[in-house]
């Protein structure tokens, strides 16, 4: 069963668009990409995460040096960086939980925004050298580099293994 509702819609059409147009996106779009992470639960509500908001061409080419996915990265006309704050963090496991939690939020806000994102991980293994290209101590942990535009198609596929799969057991 797939319930006809504009979350259920929103979930299952998200996608990780990698292609964006040069039009900027605003910074009441950004702001309200974050406003929907704060939104996410977090254990005992500590709002572990912080954010940096990239829309510098000079930050966004020298983040692009950090990465495999430097066409991703160059191509976008926005970035946001996620953190955990290590000061505000109280559980490794849960609080990791809440900035995915977050980053989800963020990514489905994008989609309702007409925007496009895609959700960058593997620059985390340079993130020590992101934390100096933004200026940023070592108490905040980079978790993700989101790039934002405005997709430039919308034929992106995706697929999920079956339902049965995923479900241990029913009891
Ligand atoms: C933790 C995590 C790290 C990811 N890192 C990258 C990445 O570095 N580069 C990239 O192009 N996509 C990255 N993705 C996006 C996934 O490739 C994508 O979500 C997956 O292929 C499913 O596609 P869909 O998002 O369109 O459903 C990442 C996603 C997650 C959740």
Excluded at 41 to 61: A, H, M, T
Excluded at 70 to 75: F, L, N, R, T
Excluded at 136 to 145: E, H, I, K, Q
Aim: proline share 5%; hydrophobic share 40%; glycine share 6%.
């Amino acid at each position: 069963m797939q319930p006809n509702t504009p979350i259920f819609d929103a979930i299952l059409c998200r996608r990780s668009i990698r292609e964006f147009t040069a039009e900027p996106v605003s910074t009441e779009k950004l702001e309200a990409i974050v406003t929907a992470g704060i939104w996410a639960p977090s254990g005992l509500n500590n709002q572990p995460w912080r954010f940096v908001l990239i829309k510098d061409k000079g930050i966004r080419d020298e983040l692009a040096t950090l990465t495999h996915y430097s066409h991703i990265v160059q191509g976008a006309p926005a970035l946001i960086a996620v953190y955990l704050d290590t000061e505000k963090m109280y559980d490794e496991v849960k609080d990791h939980q809440a900035a995915g939690a977050c980053i989800q939020n963020m990514l489905l806000c994008t989609e309702e925004l007409e925007l496009g994102a895609v959700w960058l991980g593997q620059i985390l293994k340079n993130k020590k050298q992101v934390n100096t290209v933004l200026g940023l101590d070592d108490r905040f942990d980079l978790m993700a580099l989101l790039a934002i535009g405005h997709p430039r198609n919308h034929n992106q596929q995706s697929r999920r293994n079956p339902l049965s799969e995923f479900i241990l057991k029913r009891l």
